[in-house]
């Protein structure tokens, strides 16, 4: 088990995070509050737009999910409009691809390697710039 300790104020491993107070005792400073984000043997997942990420799943994950055993879907540099009749999850085993909501001037951008999961009812436009092969699953 892999172990880190800084200034005796952190003690991090693969499984836990511990903090400690990174003042003496004797001190009349205030307290200053640290945040860490540690990342053990899974992945994080993100949401932004509404569409849910998580970059390089563990095949663990996968394996869980099926993925492999769901239909696969594949197309060409484009641009087009759509609309997710059911909430959609996808695994991308390649590309490159810009998706933004209808209405919004900003977009998400999901690539190969990435567990992707769009909600029932939104509406976007993909804008595919490197050719896309993935798994996917409604419902």
């Known amino acids: 088990m892999a172990s880190l300790c800084v200034n ?3 003690i991090f ?3 836990t995070l511990h903090k400690r107070s990174f003042l003496p005792a004797t001190t009349n400073r205030r307290r200053r509050s640290v945040t860490i984000a540690a990342e053990s043997s899974s992945s994080m997942a993100t949401e932004k737009l ?3 990420i998580e970059k390089n799943p563990p095949e663990s994950t996968l394996t869980q ?3 492999r055993n769901w239909p696969k879907w594949s197309c060409p ?3 087009f409009p759509w609309t997710y009749s059911d909430k959609e999850t996808c695994y991308l085993l390649e590309g490159k691809v810009k998706v933004t909501p209808a209405g919004s001037k900003e977009s998400v951008e999901i690539g190969g390697g990435d567990l992707v999961e769009f909600p029932k009812g ?3 436009t993909w804008d595919v710039s ?3 092969d993935k798994h996917y699953n409604f419902g």
Request: with cysteine; charged share 10%.
């Open 122 to 124: 939104m509406s976007c």
């Open 50 to 52: 509404g569409i849910k």
């Open 65 to 67: 999910l099926g993925v």
């Open 130 to 132: 490197v050719g896309v």
């Open 13 to 15: 491993n693969t499984q």
């Open 8 to 10: 005796n104020s952190f």
């Open 77 to 79: 540099p484009s641009k």
